[in-house]
């Protein structure tokens, strides 16, 4: 059984540049967040994808947009790059359809750094 | 109102001593607390996480109490191992709300050999 899966692993970009970052959820769920994580910091939700639709989005510039396929497999677009951009890019799969479905379930992150 | 503050921001245990990490939130709405585990490299796991119907709960050597009326809990790592050795968030999510969670800012924990 496959986990979340984020690709690619590590990202280097230049200020201005825009960034599509992927991720797949775990099999059988159908909820996939997104969150970032600056050094040495906690994750940060940036927004949450269900039935390829945006449901709620955390404290994000408009810069930062999402979407979601019908697979439930989703990408994270950010455009006009920023240095502050730079961060661990965390993507979490959940079922909360189902008892129990707020455990939420973290890839290994995509590294982004802006230079 | 939608802070989580965690403490300490670094901990040094000696193997097999007992690891505790505290959290603090305002928002009473506050119903899902669950603890995420951190190794470099990697995305949070989820080690242990209560509801704030219950005052203690335990799994192996993890151990969270809660106290409702403080808006506090805490993890309890017994019998500390080396590869225990990690960085550790608390979080909070209101329900209705998809689930967000609100984290913690991380403790980083080193456990002696």
């Known amino acids: 059984d496959a986990g979340v899966t984020q690709s690619p692993t590590h990202l280097i970009k230049t200020r201005g540049q825009q960034v599509t970052l992927r991720c797949s959820p775990k099999?059988?769920?159908?909820?996939v967040s997104w969150y970032q994580q600056a050094l040495g910091q906690g994750p940060q939700f940036i927004f949450q994808?269900?039935?390829?639709?945006?449901?709620q989005r955390g404290n994000f510039p408009d810069r930062f947009s999402g979407h979601q396929f019908p697979n439930y497999s989703s990408e994270l677009n950010v455009n006009a790059l920023l240095l502050g951009d730079s961060a661990l890019y965390l993507c979490?799969?959940?079922?909360?359809?189902?008892?129990?479905?707020?455990?939420?379930?973290f890839g290994s992150g995509t590294q982004l750094s802006v230079l | 109102q939608q802070q989580v503050k965690q403490s300490p921001q670094s901990l040094i245990v000696q193997k097999g001593g007992i690891s505790i990490i505290n959290c603090a939130y305002e928002?009473?709405?506050?119903?899902?607390f669950p603890w995420y585990q951190q190794f470099p490299g990697k995305g949070p796991a989820l080690l242990i996480a209560?509801?704030?119907?219950?005052s203690e709960k335990k799994e192996g050597r993890f151990t969270i109490s809660f106290n409702k009326s403080a808006k506090q809990f805490s993890l309890h790592i017994m019998d500390s191992q080396p590869g225990d050795s990690a960085t550790y968030f608390c979080?909070?999510?209101?329900?209705?709300?998809?689930?967000?969670?609100?984290f913690g800012s991380g403790t980083q924990l080193t456990v002696l050999p």
């Open positions: 994808y269900y039935e390829e639709e945006e449901r």
């Open positions: 928002n009473t709405a506050f119903d899902y």
């Open positions: 979490a799969s959940s079922d909360l359809r189902r008892a129990g479905g707020e455990k939420l379930f």
């Open positions: 209560i509801r704030p119907d219950v």
């Open positions: 099999s059988g769920h159908d909820t």
């Open positions: 979080a909070a999510s209101l329900s209705g709300s998809a689930r967000q969670l609100t």
